[in-house]
Structure formats: C-alpha cells, structure tokens
C-alpha cells in the first residue's frame, strides 16, 4: 500500500480478496484473452482459414500477459484493446493476424464485463447462502425463548427470539431469489459487431447467416454461459448493470434492516454483536461496547444503495447505438458495488457467527411488560369465575392506568398484578395470577412457526448448496 496517494477503503479494510481479484486488472485482461481464443477457435471451426496451431499458440501463452509491452503501446495508441491485441501478438507471431478477428473493442470489454459480474454474483451467492445458514442455526436454537416484540418501537406482544430471526432470514431468502433469477438470466453480448448489426462476420462468412448465429453460439458455450443477447448495439443493454446493483442492492437493505434490529438489542443489553477481548469501544468511554459491526454494515448497505442509482441513469441516457458516457461511471459503480456488497456479507457472517444472547436480561424485560398483556387472559378467567365481562374490563383498563403510572411517573416496578389481587371483583390471588405469568403462553406459534419456515423453505436452500457451506468470515478492522 502507498501512503502518499489515495487507497480505497474498500480494498485496504473491507472486501475480501476473492472478490478483488475477480475485479482486478489480471482477471479483466486473462479474460479478454480466452475470449479472443473462443472467438479464433469457433470462427476455425466454422470454416474460416485458421489453424489449429495458431490457436494452440494462443493458448499456450493465454495467462502470461506481457502487461509492460502492453504499456508501451499504449503510450503511443491511445487505446487498451488495440495495445493488448498487440502484446498479444508478440508472444504469438503465428497467431498475431487472426487475433481479434471481425470484432470490435467491446466484444471483449463488453464480454468481460457480463463474465465479471456473473463470477462476482457467484461469490456474493455463496456467502449470501453461508449467512442464510448461520441464522438458521440461530433462529433453531432460539425458537422457544420468549423476548418482548415491539411495533413502533414500543412494547407489543411478545415473540420468540427465534422468531424474530425468521423475519430477518425471509428477507434474505427473497434476496436469494431474486439473486438467482438474475443469474440464471446473464447473457454475453456475442459478436456484435460495430452497431450491433454483425456486418464484419457477415462479410468474414460470405453472407452465411447461420454461421454467423452459430458463432456466437459457440463463443456463448466455450465462455460458460448458454446464450448471447438476441439484440443489441455496439455494448449489451446497459440495462443489465441496473439489474445487477438492483439485486445487490437488495441485499443490502435486507442486511441494514438487520444492522438496526441489533444495535437496538444491543442498546437493550438483550442481545450483542461479538466483542473481542482486546477491542476498545470508544476512546473516552472505556467502559462502552459500540456496535461498530452493525454500524458499518449500516454503513456500506447506505452506499450500495445509493450507487444502484448509478447504472439506472446511465442506461437511461445512452444514444442510440451506444455512448461512452457509462465507461468512467462503469467502472467506478460496478465494482465498487460488489467490493461493498462483500464487505456486508462478510460482516453479516461473523456478527452472526458471534452473536451473543442474554437471556436473563431479555426475560426481566419482558415480564416486566406481560402484566399488561396478560390482562386479557385474566379478565376471561375472572368472566368464567362469574364477573360480567364490561366491568372486568373497564376495571383492568382503570388498574393498567395505574400501574403505568407507577412505572412511568414515580419509577416503580409494574405492580399491575398485586392491584387485580387487591381488587375483590376479581376474586383471584396473587398467586393465582403468577401462575399466568408464564411467557411461553403468550408467544403465539412462533416455536412452530420457525420450525416449519426452516423445514419447508430454508432446509431445501440449505441442502441444494451444501457444498457452499462452511465459509468463516475475516475482518480486516
């Protein structure tokens, strides 16, 4: 790292090294060789006057780019493609005249860009996956341990923690969802042409017009993916770049939306995120324990968010056939996106990895609350012990009154039981209403309602991609 010019933060703190090779200079221009060998190879294939020894030239010299030879040409060019076509000629002199044949600077830049972003989704699939499955351990091992719920953020009844896991993992199944749909839909741009018309190939093939399908037919299988887009100009729909930040995008508000519900929880002192045993909270509190996981993928979700904004725009205001108004916007918003994306997977993985619970703390809160949402319970009890139901009502509307009082005015605890013991209209002891202070009896289905969420949608996601599974999370800071 230079310390006398601008670094990235999202190399040097928070994306993994996986994902920055899958952007990096060596995998772009490796890239752009194989398909200029897929292209050599099916245009041999298809009757063009090629031979097998220039295309076993091509590939035997497929990965040792001679990036200084490369360099120089560019400095006298002024244009990447041609100074690459040129490199690579010099390491394949048999080959140099039929490299890059018929095609134009985007059937590899373009191409490249789709392989990228597909390697780049497969990686954020596997940890998207690898999170789906720690907090279904989690919401497993928690599904019967009763926690207040709120709804505005104000006491309601209660649910489970487990549960409340769920709604966490439903979000990122959705994400998944969208996420394969996607990958199942990327296409290469093929072999265009100039606009999108093919007319280099048509002229190459002598008019054959099958040929010239069958081509791209061809470059689409050697490159891994199943089909080309039908139509296009000079660069594939910048359409696809929207759809691709979109879906991670998605994922990003899934993993805010957990972000938020754990610096709550931890302000609660319910639940925290994992805190090393050498970490410093704060500089002036040493006695503070920040969540600073949660804050940053908090952090980086709001940025992935924003720049899904980037490719929306540009795909808005292309030309015609094509500008090149998205490149510098391109190849700022993609990668970026997918380097912060990876960061929050990351961050998710081990903050749920670690997450710690204190179930004592989470019990006194809530029944410190279930007086409250037990009076309904109480006042059917007390309607078949012979009260009328409208005066046990407005009796227990009158008590909650004062007992939130009590709480909220003179700082007491919730004395709501002992007043309904006082009162003889209930005709109920205290013990007798202890005995419906049992949480477990307020939390509904949630224990059944993970366990068939997990059994019937996330197992089957687990079980499909088990050979994904096992990935642990490094925090660089």
Same mark, same amino acid.
């Given at each position: 790292?230079?310390?006398?010019?601008?670094?990235?933060?999202?190399?040097?703190?928070?994306?993994?090294?996986?994902?920055?090779?899958?952007?990096?200079? /060596?995998?772009?221009?490796?890239?752009?060789?194989?398909?200029?060998?897929?292209?050599?190879?099916?245009?041999?294939?298809?009757?063009?006057?090629?031979?097998?020894?220039?295309?076993?030239?091509? &590939?035997?010299?497929?990965?040792?780019?001679?990036?200084?030879?490369? &360099?120089?040409?560019?400095?006298?060019?002024?244009?990447?493609?041609?100074?690459?076509?040129?490199?690579?000629?010099?390491?394949?002199? &048999? !080959?140099?005249? @039929?490299?890059?044949?018929?095609?134009?600077?985007?059937?590899?830049?373009?191409?490249?860009?789709?392989? @990228?972003?597909?390697?780049?989704?497969?990686?954020?699939?596997?940890?998207?996956?690898?999170?789906?499955?720690?907090?279904?351990?989690? !919401?497993?091992?928690?599904?019967?341990?009763?926690?207040? !719920?709120? +709804?505005?953020?104000?006491?309601?009844?209660?649910?489970?923690?487990?549960?409340?896991?769920?709604?966490?993992?439903?979000?990122?199944?959705? /994400?998944?969802?969208?996420?394969?749909?996607?990958?199942?839909?990327?296409?290469?741009?093929?072999?265009?042409?100039?606009?999108?018309?093919?007319?280099?190939?048509?002229?190459?093939?002598?008019? /054959?017009?099958?040929?010239?399908?069958?081509?791209?037919?061809?470059?689409?299988?050697?490159?891994?993916?199943?089909?080309?887009?039908? #139509?296009?100009?000079?660069?594939?729909?910048?359409?696809?770049?929207?759809?691709?930040?979109?879906?991670?995008?998605? @994922?990003?508000?899934?993993?805010?939306?957990?972000?938020?519900?754990?610096?709550?929880?931890?302000?609660?002192?319910?639940?925290?995120?994992?805190?090393?045993?050498?970490?410093?909270?704060?500089?002036?509190?040493?006695?503070?324990?920040?969540?600073?996981?949660?804050?940053?993928?908090?952090?980086?979700?709001?940025?992935?968010? #924003?720049?899904?904004?980037?490719?929306?725009?540009?795909? !808005? +205001?292309?030309?015609?056939?094509?500008?090149?108004?998205?490149?510098?916007?391109?190849?700022?918003?993609?990668?970026?996106?997918?380097?912060?994306?990876?960061?929050?997977?990351?961050?998710?993985?081990?903050?749920?990895?670690?997450?710690?619970?204190?179930?004592?703390?989470?019990?006194?809160?809530?029944?410190?609350?279930?007086?409250?949402?037990?009076?309904?319970?109480?006042?059917?009890?007390? #309607?078949?012990?012979?009260?009328?139901?409208?005066?046990?009502?407005?009796?227990?509307?009158?008590?909650?009154?004062?007992?939130?009082?009590?709480?909220?005015?003179?700082?007491?605890?919730?004395?709501?039981?002992?007043?309904?013991?006082?009162?003889?209209?209930?005709?109920?002891?205290?013990?007798?209403?202890?005995?419906?202070?049992?949480?477990?009896?307020? #939390?509904?289905?949630?224990?059944?309602?993970?366990?068939?969420?997990?059994?019937?949608?996330?197992?089957?996601?687990?079980?499909?991609?088990?050979?994904?599974?096992?990935?642990?999370?490094?925090?660089?800071?």
């Amino acid at each position: 790292m230079s310390n006398d010019r601008y670094n990235s933060p999202l190399s040097e703190r928070y994306a993994s090294k996986e994902m920055q090779y899958i952007f990096s200079p /060596d995998m772009k221009f490796k890239t752009w060789r194989k398909l200029w060998i897929a292209l050599a190879e099916s245009e041999m294939e298809l009757g063009l006057n090629i031979s097998q020894e220039q295309i076993d030239e091509l &590939k035997a010299n497929a990965d040792d780019i001679n990036y200084d030879d490369a &360099k120089e040409r560019e400095k006298l060019v002024r244009h990447d493609v041609m100074s690459h076509v040129y490199a690579y000629g010099l390491q394949c002199p &048999k !080959a140099a005249g @039929i490299i890059h044949l018929g095609a134009t600077s985007c059937y590899v830049g373009d191409n490249t860009d789709i392989i @990228i972003m597909t390697e780049g989704l497969k990686l954020v699939r596997k940890k998207l996956v690898n999170v789906i499955n720690e907090l279904a351990k989690f !919401a497993d091992k928690y599904k019967a341990q009763p926690t207040l !719920a709120f +709804t505005h953020f104000q006491p309601a009844q209660p649910t489970t923690v487990g549960k409340r896991a769920t709604l966490w993992l439903m979000e990122l199944k959705l /994400d998944l969802d969208d996420l394969d749909y996607i990958l199942d839909n990327m296409m290469l741009l093929g072999s265009k042409g100039t606009t999108g018309t093919q007319a280099s190939f048509l002229e190459l093939f002598e008019g /054959d017009h099958e040929k010239i399908k069958e081509l791209e037919n061809k470059i689409a299988k050697k490159m891994g993916f199943e089909k080309c887009f039908p #139509v296009s100009g000079q660069t594939y729909s910048r359409k696809m770049d929207t759809r691709v930040l979109n879906v991670l995008a998605g @994922i990003a508000a899934s993993a805010h939306k957990f972000s938020n519900d754990i610096r709550l929880l931890q302000h609660l002192k319910e639940i925290e995120e994992p805190f090393e045993k050498n970490q410093i909270g704060s500089s002036a509190m040493a006695y503070k324990r920040n969540p600073m996981r949660s804050e940053r993928i908090a952090s980086l979700a709001n940025y992935v968010m #924003v720049t899904a904004l980037n490719p929306a725009i540009t795909s !808005a +205001t292309q030309w015609f056939e094509r500008t090149l108004d998205d490149s510098a916007n391109k190849r700022l918003s993609v990668p970026e996106s997918f380097l912060a994306i990876d960061g929050i997977l990351d961050l998710y993985l081990n903050v749920v990895d670690g997450l710690v619970v204190y179930d004592k703390v989470i019990t006194k809160r809530l029944m410190s609350e279930l007086p409250f949402m037990a009076t309904e319970n109480i006042m059917m009890d007390a #309607v078949k012990a012979g009260g009328n139901r409208q005066e046990m009502h407005e009796k227990i509307r009158e008590l909650s009154m004062e007992a939130g009082a009590n709480v909220k005015q003179k700082g007491l605890d919730n004395n709501l039981l002992e007043l309904i013991a006082n009162d003889e209209a209930f005709n109920m002891s205290l013990e007798d209403l202890e005995k419906t202070m049992d949480p477990s009896k307020y #939390v509904g289905r949630s224990p059944e309602q993970v366990d068939e969420f997990l059994k019937e949608e996330i197992n089957p996601i687990l079980e499909a991609n088990k050979e994904l599974l096992g990935m642990s999370a490094e925090i660089n800071v």
